[in-house]
């Protein structure tokens, strides 16, 4: 459980995996905004598909990602989010902040990957 | 009121890693009444709402006790009453208004109570400055219905 994050170039990819509440949100929240800064992230790409369970925590998440995103002038993408989350979602709105797709593909990187796992 | 043909009662503290707690305790025992994936979707996601302000508003800064009571009745109707001795709400309607949070910097994102009544039946707030607040959820469970 935690979250995954590959940074290829200024776009980022963070994995979440397992229930999304406000306990385990915290951590997430923590370890994406460091991430973020370290690579100066113009795309910063969440990736629900390993999403076990989310309430409006995750809706909290997802919303300061868009504020931090927004600050720098980046842009937010929620990807692979799976069907007993989207209900969650919608009653938010979260398609007005964030593009969202079913799939995506980060770009190729002939440089370093930095990948760091979490668990919680 | 008829009486419930069955029931569970679990006290705990209000402790972040217990929101996990009271969604297994929840699903695991609705398992019984054999509700569709969907409902207990719902019902885990409302009780996760409802436990969380217990933690996040109810005891703010300290460590108190939360209730968390089902009752199921004939003809799948569930019952679910979660309830704290913490602050209480001062303005209940004022707090159920979406996006409203009295926490923003927290990443709170005001949502709580509009969760639990898309996802619900029913929802019954009750609260008192300084001794607490009781959320009372509902929802019927489907009667695999034909159409």
């Known amino acids: ?35 973020v800064r370290e690579n100066d992230a113009q795309e910063l790409i969440l990736d629900f598909s390993g999403v076990t369970f989310m309430d409006s925590s995750g809706i909290g998440l997802v919303m300061g990602r868009y504020k931090l995103m927004n600050e720098r002038q980046g842009r937010l993408v929620i990807a692979k989010t799976p069907g007993y989350i989207g209900k969650v979602m919608r009653v938010a709105g979260i398609s007005r902040l964030a593009k969202v797709v079913n799939d995506y593909e980060l770009p190729k990187q002939t440089g370093e990957v930095m990948k760091i796992e979490t668990t919680n | ?79 679910v009453r979660i309830s704290d001795k913490g602050c209480g709400i001062e303005d209940i309607e004022k707090a159920m208004q979406p996006l409203f949070t009295t926490k923003p910097d927290e990443d709170r994102a005001g949502l709580g109570f509009a969760v639990m009544e898309s996802f619900m039946d029913k929802i019954k707030v009750t609260s008192r400055l300084g001794k607490g607040t009781t959320v009372v959820l509902e929802k019927t469970l489907g009667t695999r219905d034909r159409l």
């Open chain 2, 1 to 79: 009121m008829k009486r419930p043909i069955n029931e569970m009662k679990v006290v705990f503290p209000s402790l972040s890693e217990n929101e996990r707690f009271a969604r297994i305790a929840v699903s695991g025992f609705l398992s019984f009444a054999d509700p569709k994936i969907d409902e207990l979707a719902d019902i885990k996601t409302a009780v996760s709402e409802a436990v969380t302000n217990c933690i996040v508003h109810g005891y703010p800064d300290t460590i108190g006790k939360i209730e968390l009571a089902v009752r199921v009745f004939e003809q799948g109707r569930v019952r």
């Open chain 1, 1 to 35: 459980m935690g979250v995954q994050i590959i940074a290829a170039g200024r776009v980022l990819c963070a994995k979440l995996t397992g229930d999304i509440d406000h306990h385990t949100a915290r951590q997430m929240r923590c370890e994406i905004d460091i991430a």
